[in-house]
Every structure is written in C-alpha cells, then in structure tokens.
C-alpha cells in the first residue's frame, strides 16, 4: 500500500461520513503478500506460488447503530458503495452505546515486527534450505518417507483510522516452514508434522524442525499399553502450548460476559497456584500474534491476566469493556478483513518457577511424557472438563524406555494447571503460544492394559 493510497482512501471516508451525517467510522486497509513453497517426494518443486490481496473494512455509526462493510475493490466508486452498505446494514440492528477508541500514544514501533530483509533472500537459498531439512529428518533407517517441506513468508501491512483522529499504520513479516515424516518398523507406521514461524528469517531452524519431526514419530513406533490410572506426568512444550490454548478463550471479555467462561467470577481470585503467572503480550519476538496496535487502533501492551494464582484481568475490545464498564486492553483482532473486529488473544507466555533439567528428572524419573493431543476442540469451555486422545511415551531412570499407545489423558483444566508442580526451563513458541514442559501430579490416563 502506498501513502497516497491510504490519503485518497482517509479524505474519501471523511468526506462521506460528512455527506450521510454519521457519529463516526472507522476504516481498515489490509494488504497481504505470500509466497508459498513446498518440494515433492523427489525434492524437487511441487508448488510455487504468490498471492497479493488488499481490501478496505468500514465500520459506521448512525443512529447509534453499527453498520460493517467490506471490498476489495480500492476504486471511490467501490468506496463510497461499501460505506452505504455499512450504513444499510446497521439501520436493522439494535442501538448501542459505542464510540471508536481515541488516539493514544503507547504501543510498539509499526515495524518492530518486519524483516527488512524480506526481498533479498534468494528462491535458490529457499529451495536450499527446504532440501536440506528433507535430508535432515532422514536420521533414522525407520523413517521411510519425507512428505512436503514447505516454506511460506507474507508480508503483512495494515492502516487503521477513524473519525476520532486514530491515524495507525504498520508492517509485519511472518516466516514459516514445516515438514512431515513417516517412521515404519514392521507392520506399524507412524506419522508426525512439525513447524516453526518467526518474524525474521534468520532464525529459521530447519535442522531443528527436522530432528524434532523425526525423533516424534520414532518415538511411537511400537508401545506398550497402560493400566489405567493416575500418573506424574510430564507434558512437553507443545502439549502444555495446546492446554493453555484452551484456556486462553476463558479470559475473553465476550465469554465472560455471556457466561461461557470458565474464569466468570473469578476476577481478583486465587485460582490457580501462587507460582503460576499468565501474560497476553504483543510485543512477543517471533509470537505470530505481535501486533504495535490492535484491531481498532488501540496500543498494544503486555498484560498479567494471572499474576502469583490470581486472576488479574480479562481481555476488552472496546465494545465489550463499554458494555462492562471497563477498560479495552487492546485485544481487538480481525479474524479475517470480510469480518468485523471481535476480542482475541495476541500471545500468550505462561511463566512458573523454572527449574533445571535435573530437577524435572529427579521429580519424574519414571512415568508417561505426553507429545501429542487430539480432539481438543472437544473440550468444555464452561467446566474445564475434558477427555482427549495422546501420544506419548515411558521413561525409566529419567532415559526414553517405550512408546505408550491407546492412551486417552482426562480431568478438568483447573485442576490440571493447579497440580503444576515444576516447569522447565526449555519455553518453546508454538505460533502464539509460549510455554516449558510441565510436570503435572496426578494426571488420569486411560490404557487398554489390565
């Protein structure tokens, strides 16, 4: 997008805005460039793509009603028709009291988040580095397929304004790559998927992402089948990133408000362990949800939501912390441009008492070390209850022992945050997720065994 472009835009709004008498508006400009790759069975090209798109979102009030709109269509014509049809679509709905969110200094540099270095990175360097991650996860005589190393970056570039003087522009990168392994011995085979995002692409670990890949699926192969029972368990990172996952809706404002909240209630309350602390933080390096300002303008800014066990603060856009009598939080995220803001996390870091690799293995030199999560969606949001399917594995004397199969992990999401008893020191970032293993105390897991 150029500057000009979003000039013509802005004074083509206002005008309108002056033309049908609205309360206010607020506008967004959303342009996005993707370069997407990804090699065949043979290493060699099996797509190479790059897609472009950006298009205008129109909010109006009149009348105190709301009215959303959108196009990709940049012309006035197709201008001033989207502003109508935001109009015509909030004359049908209920008034409300609402006012776009005021210029406030604060949040974070508009390119604090961009790789300046985007466009000098050779395809060849690319195709390279895909390559060699194919090879990479070929660290075992078991594992006897390599499917689709892929890479994809996108510039992202955003301009938010409205009629209460908000005038916001930024960049974001985003980098990516991923791979998928098939591990076979005998008669059982066994797949795993791996990836890594980052705003840079110098940080970029394709060896990494390859091992890890690998060394999941081996570590399937086989098993032994678990009497059922209550068990020390250790989540890795990326299980303890899909947990909190979970829990992340709970701390949305809308949620709260409606009742479909976990957490409704528990505002200022000792609800998990005094080690514990959670933190929604949009200036996270790499987080795939750093934003300088969120969806409506307002600046972003690291929050505790739970701070020593207690719940702190939920998350606010501005409509739902007007409806609250609270403050937005500058969690306001766009979903998609077709779609008006709604309330949304940016990162979030869970942080408890670290301890050392030989604490964790003294704490649990024997039981399960959970991987990988399945159903998740099939958790309550209300009760915290959940029954999910997992893999994982058996450790002896702190050593990998056995791959665990046929194995289901329940309980209630509470109690399982409240039986953290040690946290590592290995935080890894999961698209917007940053989490430590974890070693949970008496965590139900259904086997097969008798």
């Given at each position: 997008?150029?500057?000009?472009?979003?000039?013509?835009?802005?004074?083509?709004?206002?005008?309108?805005s002056?033309?049908?008498?609205?309360?206010?508006?607020e506008?967004?400009?959303?342009?996005?460039?993707k370069?997407?790759?990804?090699?065949?069975?043979?290493k060699?090209?099996?797509?190479?793509?790059?897609?472009?798109?950006?298009?205008?979102?129109?909010?109006?009030?009149?009348?105190?009603?709301m009215g959303?709109?959108?196009?990709?269509?940049?012309?006035?014509?197709?201008?001033?028709?989207?502003?109508?049809?935001?109009?015509?679509?909030?004359?049908?709905?209920?008034?409300?009291?609402?006012?776009?969110?005021?210029?406030?200094?604060?949040?974070?540099?508009?390119?604090?988040?961009?790789?300046?270095?985007?466009g000098?990175?050779?395809?060849?360097?690319?195709?390279?580095?895909?390559?060699?991650?194919?090879?990479?996860?070929?660290?075992?005589?078991r594992?006897?397929?390599?499917?689709?190393p892929?890479?994809?970056?996108?510039?992202?570039?955003?301009?938010?304004?409205?009629?209460?003087?908000?005038?916001?522009?930024?960049?974001?990168?985003?980098?990516?790559?991923?791979?998928?392994?098939?591990?076979?011995?005998?008669?059982?085979?066994?797949m795993?998927?791996?990836?890594?995002?980052?705003?840079a692409?110098?940080?970029?670990?394709?060896?990494?992402?390859?091992?890890?890949?690998?060394?999941?699926?081996?570590q399937?192969?086989?098993?032994?089948?678990?009497?059922?029972?209550?068990?020390?368990?250790?989540?890795?990172?990326l299980?303890?990133?899909?947990?909190?996952?979970?829990?992340?809706?709970?701390?949305?404002?809308?949620?709260?408000?409606?009742?479909?909240?976990?957490?409704a209630?528990?505002?200022?309350?000792?609800?998990?362990?005094?080690?514990?602390?959670?933190?929604?933080?949009?200036?996270?390096?790499d987080?795939?949800?750093?934003?300088?300002f969120?969806?409506?303008?307002?600046?972003?800014?690291?929050?505790?939501?739970?701070?020593?066990?207690?719940?702190?603060?939920?998350?606010?856009?501005?409509?739902?912390?007007?409806?609250?009598?609270?403050?937005t939080?500058g969690?306001?995220?766009?979903?998609?441009?077709?779609?008006?803001?709604?309330?949304?996390?940016?990162?979030?870091?869970?942080?408890?008492?670290?301890?050392t690799?030989?604490?964790l293995?003294?704490?649990?030199s024997?039981?399960?070390?959970?991987?990988?999560?399945?159903?998740?969606?099939?958790?309550?949001?209300?009760?915290?209850?959940?029954?999910l399917?997992?893999?994982?594995?058996?450790?002896?004397?702190?050593?990998?022992?056995?791959?665990?199969?046929?194995?289901?992990?329940?309980?209630?999401?509470?109690?399982?945050?409240?039986?953290?008893?040690?946290?590592?020191?290995?935080?890894?970032?999961?698209?917007?997720?940053?989490?430590?293993?974890?070693?949970?105390?008496?965590?139900?897991i259904?086997?097969?065994?008798?």
């Amino acid at each position: 997008m150029k500057n000009d472009d979003n000039a013509r835009i802005a004074g083509k709004i206002n005008n309108l805005s002056k033309e049908y008498a609205t309360e206010g508006y607020e506008v967004c400009v959303s342009g996005t460039k993707k370069l997407t790759v990804s090699l065949d069975d043979a290493k060699e090209v099996e797509k190479l793509q790059a897609d472009e798109e950006i298009g205008v979102a129109i909010r109006t009030l009149k009348d105190q009603r709301m009215g959303f709109s959108f196009t990709f269509n940049m012309s006035d014509l197709a201008l001033e028709e989207t502003f109508k049809r935001a109009l015509d679509s909030g004359s049908i709905l209920d008034k409300q009291q609402f006012s776009f969110v005021d210029d406030k200094p604060g949040g974070f540099p508009p390119e604090q988040f961009y790789d300046s270095d985007i466009g000098t990175t050779p395809e060849t360097r690319k195709l390279g580095m895909l390559r060699v991650m194919a090879d990479a996860a070929r660290t075992d005589k078991r594992i006897v397929k390599v499917e689709r190393p892929s890479y994809e970056e996108s510039i992202n570039s955003l301009f938010i304004f409205n009629s209460r003087g908000v005038s916001k522009e930024s960049r974001t990168t985003r980098f990516g790559i991923s791979i998928s392994v098939l591990a076979r011995e005998g008669s059982e085979s066994q797949m795993s998927w791996d990836f890594q995002g980052t705003n840079a692409f110098s940080r970029l670990e394709p060896d990494r992402v390859a091992h890890s890949c690998a060394q999941q699926a081996l570590q399937t192969l086989g098993g032994i089948q678990l009497v059922t029972g209550f068990y020390d368990t250790l989540l890795t990172p990326l299980v303890a990133s899909q947990f909190l996952s979970v829990l992340a809706g709970s701390f949305k404002a809308d949620a709260v408000y409606k009742r479909t909240s976990m957490l409704a209630d528990k505002l200022q309350q000792q609800v998990f362990p005094a080690h514990l602390s959670v933190y929604d933080d949009p200036g996270l390096s790499d987080g795939s949800g750093s934003v300088p300002f969120d969806a409506e303008g307002t600046p972003a800014f690291k929050k505790a939501l739970v701070d020593k066990g207690v719940v702190t603060s939920f998350l606010y856009d501005r409509h739902y912390a007007t409806l609250m009598k609270a403050e937005t939080t500058g969690n306001a995220v766009r979903h998609s441009l077709t779609q008006p803001p709604a309330i949304g996390i940016t990162n979030f870091v869970l942080e408890s008492q670290q301890s050392t690799e030989q604490d964790l293995r003294q704490a649990l030199s024997d039981g399960p070390v959970i991987t990988e999560l399945m159903g998740l969606h099939t958790v309550n949001p209300v009760t915290g209850e959940f029954s999910l399917g997992a893999r994982g594995y058996m450790i002896k004397s702190g050593k990998f022992s056995s791959p665990c199969k046929g194995i289901t992990v329940s309980g209630n999401l509470f109690d399982l945050f409240n039986n953290i008893h040690l946290a590592g020191r290995d935080q890894m970032l999961y698209g917007n997720m940053l989490t430590p293993s974890l070693i949970i105390k008496a965590l139900k897991i259904s086997g097969t065994a008798v």
